[in-house]
């Protein structure tokens, strides 16, 4: 899989963008990868590992209610993270993802692999993705990290 963190903080400085990320199962790998590019800081706003459900309602404001009746593996809660971050912040990009990483963990409704990432970007609206990634713990979590990267520099590439 290619790696678009470069071209992400890139493309984000010449345009003046900021991005805030809400980690679970990617335990900050997202963070970690785009940090490591040179001038990552005048775009990098925020990186929060909500990794327990606890997390999720203490800095996210995802209701506990959500969580139960969803499950913190959901469409659902990944898109009431980006909500909690972005009333916390002005942003112009941000980034959530929610997961069972594995070895366990998973169901039949929900594998080991399952992971849910959703985006908003620049006033649009909030759209969620579904993959299943295969691998040991470390592998889907780096392709669930570079998937959210690859995948928002691919539709603001698109939409700007």
């Not at 992400?8 to 785009?34: D, F, H, P, W």
């Not at 941000?94 to 849910?116: D, E, L, N, R, Y």
């Not at 959703?118 to 006033?123: A, D, G, L, T």
């Given at each position: 899989?290619?790696?678009?963190?470069?071209?992400?903080?890139?493309?984000?400085?010449?345009?003046?963008?900021?991005?805030?990320?809400?980690?679970?199962?990617?335990?900050?790998?997202?963070?970690?990868?785009?940090?490591?590019?040179?001038?990552?800081?005048?775009?990098?706003?925020?990186?929060?590992?909500?990794?327990?459900?606890?997390?999720?309602?203490?800095?996210?404001?995802?209701?506990?209610?959500?969580?139960?009746?969803?499950?913190?593996?959901?469409?659902?809660?990944?898109?009431?993270?980006?909500?909690?971050?972005?009333?916390?912040?002005?942003?112009?990009?941000?980034?959530?993802?929610?997961?069972?990483?594995?070895?366990?963990?998973?169901?039949?409704?929900?594998?080991?692999?399952?992971?849910?990432?959703?985006?908003?970007?620049?006033?649009?609206?909030?759209?969620?993705?579904?993959?299943?990634?295969?691998?040991?713990?470390?592998k889907i979590r780096l392709k669930a990290s570079?998937?959210?990267?690859?995948?928002?520099?691919?539709?603001?590439?698109?939409?700007?």
């Amino acid at each position: 899989m290619e790696n678009f963190s470069k071209k992400l903080i890139q493309y984000c400085i010449n345009r003046g963008l900021s991005i805030s990320i809400a980690e679970s199962c990617t335990g900050g790998m997202i963070v970690s990868k785009l940090i490591t590019i040179p001038g990552a800081s005048k775009v990098i706003d925020c990186g929060l590992v909500t990794y327990s459900n606890k997390a999720k309602q203490i800095y996210l404001d995802v209701p506990k209610f959500e969580l139960e009746k969803y499950g913190a593996v959901s469409k659902q809660v990944a898109e009431l993270m980006i909500y909690g971050l972005k009333n916390k912040n002005n942003s112009d990009i941000f980034i959530s993802t929610t997961g069972i990483a594995g070895p366990g963990g998973g169901s039949k409704k929900k594998p080991v692999g399952t992971v849910f990432h959703s985006f908003y970007i620049r006033k649009k609206n909030i759209f969620t993705i579904k993959n299943f990634y295969e691998g040991n713990r470390y592998k889907i979590r780096l392709k669930a990290s570079m998937f959210s990267i690859n995948e928002t520099f691919k539709k603001l590439h698109s939409i700007m």
